[in-house]
């Protein structure tokens, strides 16, 4: 198989950009009764875009304390579910644990471990789509921002201030919650080209 070439990160700069989802389509539940209606929503769509975000660690031995939020999207909607809530646990473990809720993200090997270190769970029904463009014959980690380049010719802008900030705050910012939200948002949508039509 001929070795591709995802776009850089220069060249998609000159992209035009992607239409991501707004803060007025993001949910971060807080309450029992919104917790499960996230969760029956999310079951509804059967395909989601998934993602974790940690607060990072900086010292050499210093262990992440991560996830601290996990996050879901729909074609519409994200939902961030924030883990100092005890309440949304119940309906995490079975959105996560569920066989009928296909997951889809990029780069989840973390993510797996960090679950089930924190969580005790083991996720079920989850796609990497980064497995899909190595297959393809692309690097071994495509990543979000390449696979929006490959396969909708548009940028997709990922900040690092953001991605470094402190996800276990209580009160995240408008810049984290949109970060989290379209992390989960671009893989659906990626997922959802890429059974529309091969990989260029």
């Known amino acids: 198989m001929t070795r591709k070439v995802a776009p850089s ?19 971060v539940p807080n309450t029992a009764t ?28 210093e262990v992440s304390e991560g996830p601290h939020i996990v996050q879901f999207a729909t074609t519409q909607k994200a939902y961030i579910f924030q883990l ?41 029904a989850v796609l990497d789509l980064n497995t899909i463009f190595r297959k393809e014959g692309y690097a071994n980690s495509t990543g979000a921002r390449a696979a929006v380049a490959i396969m909708f010719q548009q940028k997709f802008h990922k900040s690092k ?22 992390d989960a948002y671009v893989a659906l949508r990626v997922h959802a080209a890429l059974n529309d039509r091969a990989l260029p």
Do not use: M
């Open 84 to 124: 100092h809530h005890e309440d949304c646990r119940h309906f995490l473990a079975d959105l996560l644990c569920s066989s009928a809720v296909l997951k889809v993200g990029f780069g989840l090997e973390s993510d797996h471990e960090q679950i089930q270190h924190k969580l005790g769970l083991r996720l079920a």
């Open 9 to 27: 990160k220069e060249q998609t700069t000159l992209l035009p950009a992607f239409e991501c989802l707004g803060l007025e389509q993001i949910l």
């Open 34 to 61: 919104q917790f499960e209606a996230a969760a029956a929503d999310i079951s509804r769509a059967g395909i989601v875009g998934f993602d974790t975000e940690s607060k990072p660690t900086f010292l050499k031995d």
């Open 161 to 182: 201030k953001v991605t470094t900030s402190n996800w276990a705050e209580r009160q995240l910012t408008p810049r984290q919650l949109l970060y989290a939200a379209n």
